[in-house]
């Protein structure tokens, strides 16, 4: 594949397909967006390759690497549209699906509901089995049983089968024994073991995770051999790569195996562009955030790599509200996704207060300016009165806004009622608005044991950029960065991950007196896993890198602090580094030590990658260098110049480094627009960025 | 102070966040499973005058408010003048906070300068506190564990190494109860960094008239939300098993204008036994349930308390006096929003939910490990199936109304020699109706006898809804009752100590919640995809809903589709007839 400087990555999301070719030697590139075509996602793909490719003159063959990131998995649970799965599940705990965590997860609503299990009960199976925490088989499994069952299941158009054993995170073995009887008697059901897909303790989550990924493996696995084959036929010979929800990327053939672990793999692409932009303009450490129709994410990139978790909730069925979802453990770039974005509807709530979100009036009828029928008003009917947004120049152009429909939606629900101007109206939903996410991102920053202080917000996303200031603002971020090409950013994401696994074992041993043997055997059994794999996909033994981390707490915690280890073999003079890492973590997260009790490990993990692809796109400054980046004025609405004032209005593609300006200003690009009210002070940093600061 | 709606709006999410980052803290450092797996707590930001403005998201009820009326005795005992930066109060004493003497709760000034210009408080179910394993089988609460009156916790950010010397010596689980009371301090701190933060950015010297703002608008909606209510005196009554005898419930709500009277007057005299309840704890859930059934929506703050007044009359269940035994007093307390809803149901048609499990089951387990003989306890909360609602099915086993969660088979399997050897949806356990009650729970302990001889082991299960289950709304049938036994047949005692011989299987059934609206006009699909998942037996379907369903397949057939089965609709026709 040397000599291939061309990549591809693309990004098949809800409305669009939007894709990137990239030349590695030079940094040029191009981008292309087409409507995603859900009946055969891959047909979209081959459409906007084809159109790139010929703006490049390029020949499939010179391409190297497709990198590819999708929803798929994700639709397919929401819509519940995934292959007729079976639970076998331990005797007596074919309901911890459903059973869960006994919780509400909201106190005061009489009627609220949990998540419809991904697996009815009908098809929920009791196993003779049984296992221990300590890995003692009680009860070997009743293979008989298994295999009996397996063929009735596979007669009856059963086509996958989730196995999940009560302690299999301790000995998988009943569970491999299950999958080998029901190869026996049944060789046409997918089964996914659970001690393989998350072989962590918990079994609720763990069996979820495992369901999950049975489920749609056979989606998957379909999608990406015709995606494959298409490719093959344009005359693609390379790499084809996914994006994995952790931000790293993997083979198709392991993507098939573990297809769980592509959830959310969109937007960890966006996470990823923003660390990478942040690394490449000297600032490591940010909060990225994107912010779309209908939701906001924000991330934490911490010294230029965006902070992982090893649970996600999908499926959130209250508000987008924790606990109102089902769980997967699997790696994923930590995000707070809220129900906050351009079609997030405003109403004056039983209180008199002003509410925004997080219900979204969606692409249909969409905000009241759309002009297709909606009449509540929502954050870009605001943004349009206000004057952030041209009602001429919105996607470019290509789409004309109803500002007198905006006034019209806030006047009648908003304005009248609180008896205030639709000029304050609109502020109040576009402050609201920007609170509800700045106090999202504020207790996940915090969350993270971060201050949101010292993190920068870099802005993306059709409406990121329109909302950066004010959000930065109330966060007492530094500056808020809006990246040249807001709109190409998430897809330059999956250009710039490396190819990556991550491994972990469970085992829970006090820090003094660990069997130190056995750890360094843990580290090296998942580094090989992680080196085969990764052989598997071209990567050479001499451009791998193992990360090793422990999962530490004081006894009888329950939450857990990561801690590095170094490479490497490992014995007793490893144990003072350690627990060292973990006291100095653990201060400061927490202000200072817990009691003076015994601390422990209890889960091991490697993070195996090959070397992260340089990506160092040259985004010209379009064409037209020339001319004044001052291009008109319009009048907007700011609460500090107490009404209307003129804003200068500037072209991005005409801004270059160096440039300065003070705001009020307004900002536009094709896909978006940086507003940046006054008292800011807004400069074209070298890499195009435009960083906006404001007055202490 | 004047504000306008929109900061108005923001300010008050920027509290509630502060209050949230509480809480994660408090459950990221917590030690015991109570606290981290169970959320038996409760974090909340109180104004100097003690007036709660905030609470976190989740939580139970009975900590939340408890806690609220908890903070004035606090503020009354140890004034701003008698307090420096780092102090931090804690008692557990039942009377002045939640009701029990396992539950800490922990209050920490927030000085601003030399001003204390917050407070924030927690409370949480501690493992253990000595005495005698929680249980409701104490005549007084001195037997029920160590009591700590109000006192520092840490006295400028120093601990008071007496206090902890005394509490460890004197629980079972001492590094779990010790650490927990760091949580909470942690907890706090964290919460009260955040404040100030806020404070900066805002430019506030005091959050004092922010939160009279914040508190009367929530107090002027619930006012407003009562007013649609008829005025009138609604009347109810509910039984708990109790614990010699049954306790009976009797609730009168009288709806004024706007406001709410809730009395208890005709309930029973207070046990002899650890069961009852202190005022402040039946305030705390009657409170919840008005909250709940009126305005769900609102923002639970002091606010949300100033339109309900609550009495019961002193020396009964409900409003116990000294040195009453009250360990298990959430048997009762939980009792109370399923009393009132009960009476308000007329009042409020359609709003409602059955009654269901009520009390979470709280089971104490102790024993020795089988090889080192080092004891353990244990504490385990189930839940049983919730009412139904006026047009959706109850949740099955979910909690109501404590918002507590359960402990996964794995978590106990792997800090105790116990094995769960079930648990699972309790079929015919949801209480027949149109919309039929959340199902309760079919769960078995036992005690792992496979690495050599284990000793003699014990249960303490604070639960009820054995002989009473909880009643069906409008016409839906009663949930299924709990139930609590040896797996050879032989009968265990609720609310004691029940000694375990090693061998021994021990049998949890959370009950099931009741139903709302006759079962005979439940819709027959619905019927059918019950028996199709196996939540309502083939001989439930006809008998308690007039369905009659034909299985279709073999009888030896493991997997049983949806295809297998049948409507026999003129049976069905015939047997609905009225």
């Known amino acids: 594949?040397?000599?291939?400087?061309?990549?591809?990555?693309?990004?098949?999301?809800?409305?669009?397909?939007?894709?990137?070719?990239?030349?590695?030697?030079?940094?040029?590139?191009?981008?292309?967006?087409?409507?995603?075509?859900?009946?055969?996602?891959?047909?979209?793909?081959?459409?906007?390759?084809?159109?790139?490719?010929?703006?490049?003159?390029?020949?499939?063959?010179?391409?190297?690497?497709?990198?590819?990131?999708?929803?798929?998995?994700?639709?397919?649970?929401?819509?519940?549209?995934?292959?007729?799965?079976?639970?076998?599940?331990?005797?007596?705990?074919?309901?911890?699906?459903?059973?869960?965590?006994?919780?509400?997860?909201?106190?005061?609503?009489?009627?609220?509901?949990?998540?419809?299990?991904?697996?009815?009960?009908?098809?929920?199976?009791?196993?003779?089995?049984?296992?221990?925490?300590?890995?003692?088989?009680?009860?070997?499994?009743?293979?008989?049983?298994?295999?009996?069952?397996?063929?009735?299941?596979?007669?009856?158009?059963?086509?996958?089968?989730?196995?999940?054993?009560?302690?299999?995170?301790?000995?998988?073995?009943?569970?491999?024994?299950?999958?080998?009887?029901?190869?026996?008697?049944?060789?046409?059901?997918?089964?996914?073991?659970?001690?393989?897909?998350?072989?962590?303790?918990?079994?609720?989550?763990?069996?979820?995770?495992?369901?999950?990924?049975?489920?749609?493996?056979?989606?998957?696995?379909?999608?990406?051999?015709?995606?494959?084959?298409?490719?093959?036929?344009?005359?693609?010979?390379?790499?084809?790569?996914?994006?994995?929800?952790?931000?790293?990327?993997?083979?198709?053939?392991?993507?098939?195996?573990?297809?769980?672990?592509?959830?959310?793999?969109?937007?960890?692409?966006?996470?990823?562009?923003?660390?990478?932009?942040?690394?490449?303009?000297?600032?490591?450490?940010?909060?990225?955030?994107?912010?779309?129709?209908?939701?906001?994410?924000?991330?934490?990139?911490?010294?230029?790599?965006?902070?992982?978790?090893?649970?996600?909730?999908?499926?959130?069925?209250?508000?987008?509200?924790?606990?109102?979802?089902?769980?997967?453990?699997?790696?994923?770039?930590?995000?707070?996704?809220?129900?906050?974005?351009?079609?997030?509807?405003?109403?004056?709530?039983?209180?008199?207060?002003?509410?925004?979100?997080?219900?979204?009036?969606?692409?249909?009828?969409?905000?009241?300016?759309?002009?297709?029928?909606?009449?509540?008003?929502?954050?870009?009917d605001a943004d349009l009165v206000l004057g952030y947004l041209d009602p001429g120049f919105f996607l470019g152009g290509r789409m004309r806004l109803d500002e007198e429909a905006a006034r019209r939606a806030i006047e009648t629900r908003i304005a009248q009622p609180l008896g205030i101007s639709v000029e304050e109206a609109a502020w109040g939903i576009h402050q609201v608005v920007n609170q509800n996410m700045a106090n999202a991102a504020r207790v996940h920053v915090l969350e993270r044991g971060k201050d949101p202080r010292r993190f920068p917000l870099f802005a993306f996303g059709g409406a990121g950029p329109v909302h950066g200031d004010r959000i930065a603002r109330a966060l007492g971020a530094p500056a808020l960065i809006a990246p040249l090409g807001a709109g190409v950013l998430s897809t330059a994401g999956f250009l710039t991950a490396p190819l990556g696994f991550d491994f972990v074992r469970s085992w829970r041993t006090p820090l003094t007196g660990i069997d130190w043997s056995r750890a360094d055997g843990l580290f090296r059994d998942m580094e090989a896993d992680g080196a085969a794999l990764l052989a598997a996909s071209g990567v050479g033994a001499g451009a791998l890198t193992h990360q090793r981390t422990v999962d530490m707490r004081y006894v009888g915690q329950g939450h857990e602090i990561r801690v590095p280890v170094p490479a490497g073999p490992i014995s007793a003079a490893s144990e003072g580094l350690i627990r060292a890492g973990f006291e100095a973590k653990y201060r400061e997260l927490y202000g200072r030590l817990g009691p003076p009790v015994p601390i422990e490990v209890t889960n091991w993990r490697v993070a195996s990658s090959g070397p992260a692809p340089v990506l160092d796109l040259r985004i010209e400054a379009g064409a037209r260098p020339d001319g004044p980046a001052r291009k008109s004025s319009r009048r907007a609405w700011f609460p500090e110049t107490a009404g209307y004032v003129e804003v200068p209005v500037y072209d991005r593609y005409r801004l270059a480094p160096g440039d300065g300006f003070d705001g009020p200003a307004i900002v536009e690009e094709r896909e978006s627009t940086v507003v940046a009210g006054p008292g800011t002070r807004c400069t074209v940093d070298p890499r195009g960025n435009l960083v906006v600061t404001h007055d202490a | 102070m004047t504000l306008d709606t929109v900061a108005l709006e923001i300010m008050w999410n920027r509290l509630l966040s502060v209050a949230n980052e509480q809480q994660v803290t408090l459950m990221r450092t917590a030690f015991s499973t109570v606290v981290r797996e169970t959320q038996d707590l409760a974090c909340g930001v109180f104004d100097t005058r003690g007036s709660m403005i905030a609470q976190s998201m989740t939580g139970t009820p009975g900590h939340i408010n408890a806690m609220a009326t908890g903070v004035r005795h606090f503020l009354n005992a140890f004034p701003p003048a008698t307090l420096v930066p780092g102090d931090v109060l804690i008692t557990n004493d039942p009377w002045l906070t939640a009701g029990q003497i396992n539950d800490m709760t922990v209050l920490s000034p927030v000085f601003r300068g030399r001003t204390v210009v917050a407070y924030f408080a927690s409370t949480c179910h501690a493992p253990d506190i000595g005495g005698r394993l929680l249980s409701a089988e104490a005549h007084e609460v001195y037997e029920e564990g160590l009591r700590i009156p109000m006192t520092r916790l840490f006295a400028a950010g120093e601990p008071n190494e007496e206090l902890l010397r005394i509490l460890r010596a004197n629980v079972r689980t001492p590094e779990e109860t010790v650490g927990d009371l760091y949580a909470q301090a942690a907890a706090n701190a964290v919460g009260g960094r955040g404040l100030l933060a806020f404070m900066d950015e805002f430019g506030l010297e005091t959050i004092d008239p922010l939160a009279d703002e914040i508190i009367g608008r929530s107090e002027r909606a619930l006012r407003d939300a009562i007013r649609k209510i008829p005025n009138g005196r609604y009347e109810n009554e509910v039984w708990s098993d109790g614990f010699e005898e049954p306790i009976r419930i009797k609730v009168a709500v009288t709806i004024g204008d706007e406001d709410i009277l809730i009395d208890f007057a005709g309930s029973s005299p207070q046990s002899r036994r650890g069961i009852n309840v202190v005022l402040n704890y039946t305030h705390a859930y009657a409170s919840f349930a008005i909250k709940a059934a009126v305005s769900p929506e609102v923002p639970h703050n002091e606010g949300a308390f100033r339109p309900v007044r609550v009495i019961a009359p002193e020396g009964s269940v409900l409003n116990c006096r000294e040195p009453a035994a009250v360990a298990s007093r959430h048997i009762i307390g939980?009792?109370?929003?399923?009393?009132?809803?009960?009476?308000?149901?007329?009042?409020?048609?359609?709003?409602?939910?059955?009654?269901?499990?009520?009390?979470?089951?709280?089971?104490?387990?102790?024993?020795?490990?089988?090889?080192?003989?080092?004891?353990?306890?244990?504490?385990?909360?189930?839940?049983?199936?919730?009412?139904?609602?006026?047009?959706?099915?109850?949740?099955?086993?979910?909690?109501?109304?404590?918002?507590?969660?359960?402990?996964?088979?794995?978590?106990?399997?792997?800090?105790?020699?116990?094995?769960?050897?079930?648990?699972?949806?309790?079929?015919?356990?949801?209480?027949?109706?149109?919309?039929?009650?959340?199902?309760?729970?079919?769960?078995?302990?036992?005690?792992?006898?496979?690495?050599?001889?284990?000793?003699?082991?014990?249960?303490?299960?604070?639960?009820?809804?054995?002989?009473?289950?909880?009643?069906?709304?409008?016409?839906?049938?009663?949930?299924?009752?709990?139930?609590?036994?040896?797996?050879?047949?032989?009968?265990?005692?609720?609310?004691?100590?029940?000694?375990?011989?090693?061998?021994?299987?021990?049998?949890?059934?959370?009950?099931?919640?009741?139903?709302?609206?006759?079962?005979?006009?439940?819709?027959?699909?619905?019927?059918?995809?019950?028996?199709?998942?196996?939540?309502?037996?083939?001989?439930?379907?006809?008998?308690?809903?007039?369905?009659?369903?034909?299985?279709?397949?073999?009888?030896?057939?493991?997997?049983?589709?949806?295809?297998?089965?049948?409507?026999?609709?003129?049976?069905?026709?015939?047997?609905?007839?009225?």
């Open chain 2, 334 to 578: 939980h009792f109370l929003p399923g009393a009132i809803f009960g009476a308000l149901a007329p009042a409020m048609p359609g709003r409602l939910m059955a009654g269901g499990a009520e009390p979470v089951w709280i089971s104490m387990w102790r024993g020795q490990w089988p090889e080192s003989r080092s004891p353990f306890t244990f504490t385990l909360f189930q839940c049983g199936g919730a009412g139904a609602r006026a047009t959706l099915d109850g949740l099955s086993a979910t909690g109501f109304p404590s918002g507590v969660a359960g402990v996964p088979a794995e978590v106990v399997e792997s800090l105790t020699p116990l094995i769960q050897h079930r648990r699972e949806l309790k079929t015919d356990s949801g209480g027949p109706g149109r919309w039929r009650g959340g199902l309760g729970q079919r769960t078995q302990m036992g005690l792992r006898t496979d690495r050599g001889p284990a000793a003699e082991w014990s249960v303490s299960a604070m639960i009820d809804r054995i002989d009473h289950p909880g009643a069906g709304l409008e016409g839906g049938a009663p949930g299924g009752p709990g139930g609590f036994g040896l797996a050879d047949g032989s009968p265990a005692r609720a609310k004691a100590l029940v000694v375990l011989r090693p061998d021994a299987r021990v049998e949890l059934d959370p009950p099931g919640g009741g139903g709302y609206g006759p079962a005979f006009e439940r819709e027959p699909a619905r019927v059918l995809h019950d028996v199709v998942e196996g939540y309502v037996s083939l001989e439930a379907a006809a008998r308690d809903y007039g369905v009659v369903i034909e299985y279709l397949g073999r009888p030896d057939q493991l997997v049983r589709l949806p295809a297998d089965y049948r409507i026999d609709q003129a049976a069905t026709a015939a047997r609905r007839r009225p």
């Open chain 1, 1 to 380: 594949m040397t000599g291939r400087r061309w990549r591809v990555g693309v990004d098949i999301g809800g409305t669009f397909t939007d894709l990137i070719v990239a030349d590695d030697a030079t940094g040029a590139f191009v981008v292309g967006k087409t409507l995603t075509t859900p009946g055969d996602p891959s047909a979209a793909i081959e459409t906007v390759l084809r159109e790139a490719l010929e703006r490049l003159r390029l020949e499939a063959a010179a391409l190297g690497t497709v990198v590819h990131g999708t929803t798929l998995v994700t639709n397919a649970v929401i819509e519940r549209t995934g292959a007729r799965t079976a639970l076998l599940a331990t005797r007596g705990f074919r309901d911890a699906l459903e059973i869960g965590r006994e919780q509400r997860f909201e106190l005061y609503d009489l009627t609220i509901q949990h998540p419809r299990p991904l697996v009815p009960r009908h098809l929920r199976f009791d196993v003779p089995e049984r296992t221990l925490a300590d890995g003692t088989i009680l009860e070997p499994l009743d293979t008989a049983f298994v295999e009996r069952l397996a063929r009735e299941l596979a007669e009856r158009g059963i086509e996958a089968v989730a196995v999940a054993f009560l302690n299999s995170y301790a000995n998988p073995a009943s569970e491999q024994a299950a999958r080998d009887a029901i190869r026996r008697a049944a060789p046409s059901l997918r089964v996914s073991l659970s001690s393989e897909v998350a072989p962590e303790i918990r079994e609720f989550e763990r069996t979820s995770t495992t369901a999950v990924n049975v489920y749609v493996q056979g989606r998957v696995e379909r999608y990406l051999r015709e995606l494959e084959a298409r490719l093959a036929r344009l005359g693609f010979d390379g790499n084809l790569l996914l994006m994995l929800s952790s931000g790293g990327v993997a083979t198709v053939d392991t993507a098939v195996r573990f297809p769980v672990r592509l959830l959310e793999s969109g937007p960890a692409a966006g996470a990823l562009a923003a660390a990478n932009a942040g690394v490449a303009s000297g600032r490591p450490d940010l909060v990225s955030f994107d912010m779309g129709g209908t939701t906001a994410k924000f991330c934490v990139i911490d010294q230029g790599k965006p902070l992982l978790a090893q649970e996600f909730e999908f499926d959130r069925v209250y508000r987008f509200q924790k606990g109102s979802g089902l769980p997967a453990k699997v790696p994923v770039i930590e995000m707070i996704e809220i129900g906050a974005g351009g079609g997030s509807i405003a109403r004056v709530d039983a209180l008199g207060l002003l509410k925004v979100g997080p219900d979204s009036s969606g692409a249909d009828p969409g905000p009241a300016c759309y002009g297709r029928g909606g009449t509540e008003p929502t954050v870009t």
